[in-house]
């Protein structure tokens, strides 16, 4: 994961808590992320008070930074899902983070890409969709669920992860290409 990743992550997470939103970074892109694939775009008004909510710890100059960088955030996981050389990737921790709390926010990122598909109008119960789209969708689920046990000095456990992260990356990039075939790239206008 390159550096601009990592130090994007902490920033978001430390905004998104000073604002008081009941998601954290990973969970805010994941959502994003399925909103985007089911809707081919992300209108601020339908997803912000998901994150964010109304009251009044939300108001004010945090807020409004908050508001901006998750604008930020949106125009960036666009140009990076629509990306010819396949540039996406999930807004995880870095490496040097301790691989369970890594895990952690790969399951929260899984969950968070779940509501957003729905949110987007995509109904996960639809039988018409591809058989490999079908089966990413239930390993999301599984992902999404799962308390990872890894040992920390296991180089086996750090490749598994780097594995279901690759899977998770192309199967995000496949179900956009099949729910959105066109690309979104114009919603940036």
């Not at 960036?76 to 301790?98: A, I, K, R, W, Y």
């Not at 290409?177 to 066109?182: A, S």
Request: with cysteine; net charge negative.
């Amino acid at each position: 994961m390159n550096e601009i990743a990592v130090r994007e992550f902490d920033e978001v997470d430390a905004l998104l808590q000073r604002v008081g939103s009941i998601a954290g970074a990973a969970e805010t892109h994941g959502f994003l992320c399925g909103i985007i694939c089911a809707a081919g775009h992300a209108d601020s008004q339908t997803w912000y008070p998901h994150l964010i909510g109304q009251g009044d710890q939300q108001d004010g100059p945090v807020r409004d930074e908050c508001l901006d960088l998750l604008d930020k955030l949106y125009r960036d996981t666009l140009l990076q899902m629509n990306h010819s050389e396949l540039d996406f990737h999930p807004l995880l921790p870095g490496d040097e983070v301790p691989l369970e709390l890594r895990s952690k926010a790969m399951g929260d990122w899984c969950q968070g890409y779940l509501f957003g598909l729905g949110l987007g109008g995509f109904n996960t119960g639809d039988g018409g969709l591809p058989g490999e789209v079908g089966e990413f969708l239930r390993d999301i689920g599984e992902i999404s669920g799962v308390n990872f046990d890894f040992d920390e000095s296991d180089d086996m456990d750090e490749a598994a992860y780097q594995e279901i992260m690759e899977y998770i990356r192309m199967g995000v990039l496949l179900i956009l290409e099949e729910l959105q075939p066109v690309t979104t790239l114009r919603n940036l206008q």
